[in-house]
Protein backbone atom coordinates (compact mmCIF):
# COMPACT_ATOMS: atom_id res chain seq x y z
CA UNK A 1 0.00 0.00 0.00
CA UNK A 2 1.64 3.35 -1.09
CA UNK A 3 0.90 6.69 0.80
CA UNK A 4 -1.94 8.71 -1.05
CA UNK A 5 -0.71 11.23 -3.17
CA UNK A 6 0.72 14.30 -2.95
CA UNK A 7 -1.88 16.72 -2.53
CA UNK A 8 -4.46 14.07 -1.46
CA UNK A 9 -7.06 15.37 1.48
CA UNK A 10 -6.22 13.84 3.96
CA UNK A 11 -8.59 12.49 7.33
CA UNK A 12 -7.63 14.28 10.48
CA UNK A 13 -8.07 12.12 13.74
CA UNK A 14 -7.87 11.95 17.48
CA UNK A 15 -4.55 10.32 17.68
CA UNK A 16 -2.15 9.55 20.16
CA UNK A 17 1.49 8.80 20.65
CA UNK A 18 3.50 7.13 23.26
CA UNK A 19 7.06 7.43 23.17
CA UNK A 20 8.97 10.39 21.71
CA UNK A 21 12.54 9.38 21.54
CA UNK A 22 15.01 9.82 18.55
CA UNK A 23 12.28 7.88 16.23
CA UNK A 24 8.88 8.43 17.60
CA UNK A 25 9.42 12.38 18.49
CA UNK A 26 10.00 13.32 15.18
CA UNK A 27 7.77 10.99 13.61
CA UNK A 28 4.50 12.42 16.15
CA UNK A 29 5.88 16.36 15.13
CA UNK A 30 4.59 14.99 11.53
CA UNK A 31 1.36 13.96 12.67
CA UNK A 32 1.11 17.51 14.19
CA UNK A 33 2.28 18.89 10.91
CA UNK A 34 -0.52 17.41 9.11
CA UNK A 35 -3.09 18.45 11.20
CA UNK A 36 -3.99 15.68 13.35
CA UNK A 37 -5.40 15.85 17.64
CA UNK A 38 -2.29 14.96 19.40
CA UNK A 39 -2.24 13.77 23.21
CA UNK A 40 1.61 12.25 23.60
CA UNK A 41 3.18 10.41 26.58
CA UNK A 42 7.15 10.07 27.18
CA UNK A 43 8.48 8.41 30.29
CA UNK A 44 10.40 11.88 30.86
CA UNK A 45 7.66 14.14 31.04
CA UNK A 46 9.67 16.66 30.48
CA UNK A 47 10.13 15.67 26.80
CA UNK A 48 6.68 15.40 26.37
CA UNK A 49 6.52 18.79 27.49
CA UNK A 50 9.05 20.10 25.07
CA UNK A 51 7.31 17.90 22.21
CA UNK A 52 4.27 20.37 22.92
CA UNK A 53 5.94 23.47 23.19
CA UNK A 54 7.34 22.92 20.05
CA UNK A 55 4.17 21.39 18.33
CA UNK A 56 1.12 21.84 19.89
CA UNK A 57 -1.17 19.38 21.28
CA UNK A 58 -1.27 18.37 24.65
CA UNK A 59 1.25 15.93 27.31
CA UNK A 60 -0.78 13.43 29.23
CA UNK A 61 0.45 12.93 32.86
CA UNK A 62 0.43 9.08 32.01
CA UNK A 63 -0.15 6.91 28.81
CA UNK A 64 -4.11 6.07 30.15
CA UNK A 65 -4.53 10.13 29.80
CA UNK A 66 -2.93 10.43 26.50
CA UNK A 67 -4.53 7.33 25.16
CA UNK A 68 -8.52 8.16 26.31
CA UNK A 69 -10.43 8.38 23.23
CA UNK A 70 -8.13 8.53 21.17
CA UNK A 71 -9.38 7.22 17.43
CA UNK A 72 -5.38 6.08 16.72
CA UNK A 73 -3.01 5.47 19.23
CA UNK A 74 0.48 4.97 17.62
CA UNK A 75 3.63 3.30 19.95
CA UNK A 76 7.22 3.65 19.67
CA UNK A 77 8.77 2.48 22.67
CA UNK A 78 11.64 0.07 23.22
CA UNK A 79 10.33 -4.05 23.56
CA UNK A 80 7.68 -6.32 23.97
CA UNK A 81 7.36 -6.06 27.91
CA UNK A 82 7.23 -1.85 26.96
CA UNK A 83 4.50 -2.56 24.51
CA UNK A 84 2.70 -5.15 26.50
CA UNK A 85 2.42 -2.02 29.51
CA UNK A 86 1.65 0.51 27.37
CA UNK A 87 -1.47 -1.44 25.42
CA UNK A 88 -2.51 -3.14 29.23
CA UNK A 89 -2.82 0.62 30.21
CA UNK A 90 -4.44 2.34 27.53
CA UNK A 91 -7.12 0.03 25.57
CA UNK A 92 -9.46 0.61 27.94
CA UNK A 93 -10.13 4.09 27.71
CA UNK A 94 -9.09 4.14 23.51
CA UNK A 95 -12.15 4.82 21.34
CA UNK A 96 -14.48 1.94 20.44
CA UNK A 97 -12.77 0.53 17.06
CA UNK A 98 -9.93 2.20 17.72
CA UNK A 99 -6.43 1.39 16.06
CA UNK A 100 -3.50 1.05 17.89
CA UNK A 101 -0.17 0.92 15.72
CA UNK A 102 3.18 -0.46 17.26
CA UNK A 103 6.57 0.68 15.40
CA UNK A 104 8.07 -0.80 18.04
CA UNK A 105 10.52 -3.57 16.92
CA UNK A 106 9.03 -6.58 18.73
CA UNK A 107 8.62 -10.36 18.91
CA UNK A 108 5.62 -11.84 16.47
CA UNK A 109 4.63 -13.90 19.18
CA UNK A 110 3.62 -10.32 21.44
CA UNK A 111 2.11 -8.71 18.32
CA UNK A 112 -0.50 -11.92 18.11
CA UNK A 113 -0.85 -11.45 21.53
CA UNK A 114 -1.50 -8.13 21.80
CA UNK A 115 -3.54 -8.30 18.17
CA UNK A 116 -5.93 -11.04 20.13
CA UNK A 117 -6.71 -8.98 22.92
CA UNK A 118 -7.60 -5.62 21.53
CA UNK A 119 -9.87 -7.80 19.13
CA UNK A 120 -11.22 -9.19 22.48
CA UNK A 121 -11.92 -5.57 23.60
CA UNK A 122 -13.04 -3.95 20.40
CA UNK A 123 -10.16 -2.46 19.10
CA UNK A 124 -7.09 -3.38 16.66
CA UNK A 125 -3.25 -4.02 16.91
CA UNK A 126 -1.37 -3.58 13.99
CA UNK A 127 2.05 -4.52 14.23
CA UNK A 128 3.77 -1.93 11.93
CA UNK A 129 7.96 -1.72 12.33
CA UNK A 130 9.83 0.80 10.48
CA UNK A 131 13.19 0.86 8.47
CA UNK A 132 14.88 3.91 7.65
CA UNK A 133 16.15 5.25 10.84
CA UNK A 134 16.48 8.60 12.53
CA UNK A 135 16.95 10.38 9.25
CA UNK A 136 14.13 8.69 7.71
CA UNK A 137 11.77 9.61 10.83
CA UNK A 138 12.97 13.06 10.64
CA UNK A 139 12.08 13.34 6.48
CA UNK A 140 9.11 11.90 7.22
CA UNK A 141 10.35 8.86 4.63
CA UNK A 142 10.18 5.82 6.77
CA UNK A 143 9.38 2.40 4.78
CA UNK A 144 6.79 0.57 7.19
CA UNK A 145 5.76 -3.18 7.04
CA UNK A 146 2.50 -3.83 8.60
CA UNK A 147 0.97 -6.96 10.31
CA UNK A 148 -3.12 -7.28 11.20
CA UNK A 149 -6.72 -7.03 9.66
CA UNK A 150 -6.42 -4.79 6.38
CA UNK A 151 -9.19 -2.88 7.53
CA UNK A 152 -7.54 -1.63 10.33
CA UNK A 153 -4.79 -0.16 8.13
CA UNK A 154 -6.81 1.14 5.92
CA UNK A 155 -8.63 3.36 8.98
CA UNK A 156 -5.24 4.19 10.25
CA UNK A 157 -3.34 5.09 6.94
CA UNK A 158 -4.40 8.82 7.45
CA UNK A 159 -2.04 8.89 10.18
CA UNK A 160 1.13 6.38 8.79
CA UNK A 161 0.96 7.90 5.94
CA UNK A 162 2.47 11.30 7.58
CA UNK A 163 5.78 9.75 8.25
CA UNK A 164 5.40 7.21 5.52
CA UNK A 165 7.24 6.81 2.21
CA UNK A 166 5.84 3.05 1.42
CA UNK A 167 3.58 1.08 3.58
CA UNK A 168 3.58 -2.47 2.88
CA UNK A 169 0.23 -4.91 4.29
CA UNK A 170 2.61 -8.24 5.14
CA UNK A 171 -0.34 -10.33 6.21
CA UNK A 172 -2.12 -10.97 9.43
CA UNK A 173 -0.76 -10.04 13.23
CA UNK A 174 2.88 -10.81 13.37
CA UNK A 175 3.49 -10.38 9.51
CA UNK A 176 5.20 -6.85 9.99
CA UNK A 177 7.59 -7.87 12.86
CA UNK A 178 8.52 -11.38 10.61
CA UNK A 179 9.28 -8.69 7.78
CA UNK A 180 11.13 -6.62 10.10
CA UNK A 181 13.65 -9.53 10.70
CA UNK A 182 13.94 -10.27 7.70
CA UNK A 183 15.26 -6.80 6.87
CA UNK A 184 17.79 -6.64 9.94
CA UNK A 185 19.25 -10.35 8.27
CA UNK A 186 19.69 -8.25 4.91
CA UNK A 187 21.25 -5.43 7.04
CA UNK A 188 23.76 -7.20 9.03
CA UNK A 189 25.08 -8.95 6.33
CA UNK A 190 25.66 -6.21 4.30
CA UNK A 191 26.75 -4.05 6.92
CA UNK A 192 29.72 -6.91 7.33
CA UNK A 193 30.39 -7.46 4.53
CA UNK A 194 31.25 -3.60 4.10
CA UNK A 195 33.56 -3.76 7.41
CA UNK A 196 35.38 -6.10 5.28
CA UNK A 197 35.66 -4.50 2.22
CA UNK A 198 36.49 -1.24 3.79
CA UNK A 199 39.23 -2.78 6.22
CA UNK A 200 40.88 -4.73 2.93
CA UNK A 201 41.04 -1.48 0.92
CA UNK A 202 42.75 0.27 3.92
CA UNK A 203 45.49 -3.12 4.15
CA UNK A 204 45.96 -3.05 0.46
CA UNK A 205 46.85 0.99 0.64
CA UNK A 206 44.06 1.78 -1.92
CA UNK A 207 42.39 5.22 -0.96
CA UNK A 208 39.20 4.69 0.34
CA UNK A 209 37.09 7.44 -1.87
CA UNK A 210 38.80 6.11 -4.81
CA UNK A 211 37.46 2.72 -4.43
CA UNK A 212 33.87 3.75 -3.59
CA UNK A 213 33.66 5.76 -6.43
CA UNK A 214 34.83 2.99 -8.68
CA UNK A 215 32.44 -0.05 -7.28
CA UNK A 216 29.22 2.10 -5.87
CA UNK A 217 27.47 2.38 -9.46
CA UNK A 218 27.83 -1.08 -9.96
CA UNK A 219 26.33 -4.64 -8.49
CA UNK A 220 28.31 -3.70 -4.83
CA UNK A 221 25.94 -0.72 -4.27
CA UNK A 222 24.03 -0.71 -1.40
CA UNK A 223 22.14 1.62 0.47
CA UNK A 224 25.03 1.28 3.45
CA UNK A 225 27.55 1.68 0.86
CA UNK A 226 25.98 4.74 -0.21
CA UNK A 227 25.57 6.27 3.31
CA UNK A 228 28.18 4.91 5.73
CA UNK A 229 31.57 3.68 3.45
CA UNK A 230 33.04 7.37 3.80
CA UNK A 231 32.74 7.36 7.76
CA UNK A 232 33.70 3.66 8.34
CA UNK A 233 36.83 4.29 6.45
CA UNK A 234 37.36 7.55 8.96
CA UNK A 235 36.41 5.80 12.14
CA UNK A 236 33.39 7.79 12.88
CA UNK A 237 30.58 6.32 14.24
CA UNK A 238 29.15 8.66 16.87
CA UNK A 239 25.42 8.63 15.17
CA UNK A 240 23.19 6.17 13.74
CA UNK A 241 21.23 3.26 14.74
CA UNK A 242 22.88 2.09 17.92
CA UNK A 243 24.58 -1.09 18.40
CA UNK A 244 22.55 -2.14 21.17
CA UNK A 245 19.26 -1.84 19.95
CA UNK A 246 20.46 -4.12 16.32
CA UNK A 247 21.23 -6.78 19.05
CA UNK A 248 18.06 -6.62 20.65
CA UNK A 249 16.68 -7.12 16.90
CA UNK A 250 19.21 -9.34 16.00
CA UNK A 251 18.08 -11.65 19.07
CA UNK A 252 14.60 -11.97 18.13
CA UNK A 253 15.77 -13.15 14.58
CA UNK A 254 17.47 -15.66 16.28
CA UNK A 255 14.69 -16.72 18.62
CA UNK A 256 12.32 -16.81 16.03
CA UNK A 257 14.76 -18.93 13.78
CA UNK A 258 14.96 -21.59 16.64
CA UNK A 259 11.16 -21.66 16.47
CA UNK A 260 10.97 -22.07 12.84
CA UNK A 261 13.86 -24.19 11.87
CA UNK A 262 15.29 -21.02 9.43
CA UNK A 263 18.94 -21.02 9.20
CA UNK A 264 20.96 -18.13 9.85
CA UNK A 265 24.74 -18.58 10.09
CA UNK A 266 25.45 -15.26 9.10
CA UNK A 267 23.12 -13.57 11.39
CA UNK A 268 24.24 -15.40 14.33
CA UNK A 269 27.83 -14.62 13.17
CA UNK A 270 27.58 -11.03 13.23
CA UNK A 271 25.41 -10.74 16.28
CA UNK A 272 28.84 -12.00 18.18
CA UNK A 273 30.97 -9.57 16.18
CA UNK A 274 28.21 -6.97 17.85
CA UNK A 275 29.20 -8.45 20.90
CA UNK A 276 32.41 -7.51 20.44
CA UNK A 277 31.72 -3.67 19.76
CA UNK A 278 29.98 -3.61 22.85
CA UNK A 279 32.65 -4.81 24.77
CA UNK A 280 34.98 -2.24 22.70
CA UNK A 281 32.66 0.42 24.15
CA UNK A 282 30.36 0.71 21.04
CA UNK A 283 27.31 0.56 22.74
CA UNK A 284 25.90 3.14 21.63
CA UNK A 285 28.14 3.57 18.00
CA UNK A 286 26.09 3.14 14.93
CA UNK A 287 25.56 -0.15 13.39
CA UNK A 288 28.26 0.64 10.86
CA UNK A 289 30.85 0.33 13.86
CA UNK A 290 31.32 -3.46 13.09
CA UNK A 291 34.11 -1.77 11.21
CA UNK A 292 35.90 -0.92 14.48
CA UNK A 293 36.45 -4.37 15.32
CA UNK A 294 38.80 -5.05 12.35
CA UNK A 295 40.86 -1.73 12.88
CA UNK A 296 42.03 -2.41 16.49
Known amino acids: MAPPAVGRKIKRMKVGFIGLGVMGGPMAGHLAAAGHEMSVFNRSHAKSEAWVAAHGGRAGASIAEAAADREVLAICVGADDDVRAVVHEALEVLAPGAVIVDHTTTSAKVARELADLAARRGRYFLDAPVSGGEAGARAGQ ?18 ITSYAKAIKHMGGPGSGQLTKMVNQICIAGVIQGLAEAVAFARAAE ?12 GA ?15 GEFEFGFAVDWMRKDLGLVLDEARANGARVEVTALVDQFYAEVQAMGGRRWDTSSLAARLTR
Open 206 to 217: LDAGLVLEAISK
Open 142 to 159: LSIMVGGEAGALQRATPV
Open 220 to 234: AQSWQMDNRWATMAR
